[in-house]
Structures are given as structure tokens and as C-alpha cells.
């Protein structure tokens, strides 16, 4: 890390009352760090993404089918295994966001949507693109796309589209 400091005067008009604020202190720090983080027991969800497969939990004892995966059902606390979907789903409910995560590299509108995903028992919240907000409707069918690049974030491996 480096760091240097620096006293800056902004020059302005000769009326100027805050004259005496105008010497400015500015510190320009540089930072490299790395980050690490395991996705634990979910990991092979974030794993088969890679190779666009989308992949939730059912568990094994009531057989709920659960996105995004869960490592042991909340339900009946049994440890749940892995199913591969399809893929295809419905909109359930959609919110239009005016400002898209830090994470997200779009220059179209951000919607954030519930998906149910077709054999799931519960909804799964994601990005829908590549659809006009006054296009939306309860219901409407989708589709997983997957991603052919690395990006900033896991999560922009994949989003939903219409079908």
C-alpha cells in the first residue's frame, strides 16, 4: 500500500466567502488485495454454472425441491441432494430497479424477478433481461441463460430471459 499527501488550492473568484476553504488537503491511497471465500456445501451449484447446468437441492426425506440449493432442508432438517433442472420456469412476482448492483455490468433496465423454476417448491430471485418492464406479466415463461465469460460476481454467470 501506498500513500502520498498532497495540499491542493482551488482558485476562484475574488468575492469568494469561503476563500479560507480553499486549501484542500488530498490523500491518494493504492491498495492490492485479494479475496478469498468458499461457497461451502452449495458449491457444486456455483461449479456446474461454469458448465451451464443449473443444479438445486431436494431433500430426502419430504422431497421438497429447493433454489437456490440448500444443504439441509428447512423443513425437516434432513441433509438434501442434488437434482439438475431444466432451466425453464415462471414469473412469479418482479420489482424494476433503478440502480443495478455494484456487481452488475448492464446498460439495460435492472429487474430483479421470482422465479419459480419448474419442479421447485420454492422461488428463486435473479435478473430477468432482455424484456420491456411493460412486457412483464404474472406467469410468463422464461428460460436459464448462461453466461460465456468470466464476470466480476458468480451470479452473472446466468440470468432468465422469455422464452
Given at each position: ?17 469561503f ?12 491498495q ?26 431436494r ?21 438434501t ?19 443495478a ?11 430483479l424477478?421470482?422465479?419459480?423454476l ?30 460465456t ?11 432468465f430471459?422469455?422464452?
Amino acid at each position: 500500500m501506498t500513500e502520498q499527501l498532497r495540499q491542493q488550492t482551488i482558485r476562484t473568484s475574488v468575492d469568494d466567502p469561503f476563500e479560507a476553504f480553499r486549501d484542500i488537503a488530498l490523500l491518494e491511497v493504492h491498495q492490492q488485495f485479494s479475496y478469498r471465500h468458499s461457497f461451502g456445501k452449495v458449491s457444486k451449484f456455483f461449479l456446474e454454472l461454469a458448465d451451464s447446468k443449473l443444479f438445486a437441492t431436494r431433500c430426502t426425506l419430504c422431497e421438497r425441491v429447493y433454489m437456490p440449493p440448500r444443504a439441509v432442508c428447512p423443513d425437516d432438517l434432513s441433509v438434501t441432494g442434488w437434482l439438475e433442472l431444466s432451466g425453464h420456469g415462471a414469473l412469479e412476482s418482479w420489482t424494476l430497479c433503478p440502480r443495478a448492483p455494484a456487481y452488475a455490468q448492464t446498460g439495460e433496465p435492472y429487474i430483479l424477478a421470482y422465479i419459480r423454476l419448474d419442479g421447485t417448491n420454492s422461488l428463486f430471485l435473479h435478473q430477468l433481461k432482455h424484456i420491456s418492464a411493460d412486457s412483464l406479466s404474472y406467469g410468463l415463461r422464461v428460460k436459464t441463460v448462461f453466461g460465456t465469460t468470466m464476470n466480476q460476481h458468480p451470479l452473472e454467470m446466468m440470468w432468465f430471459e422469455p422464452l
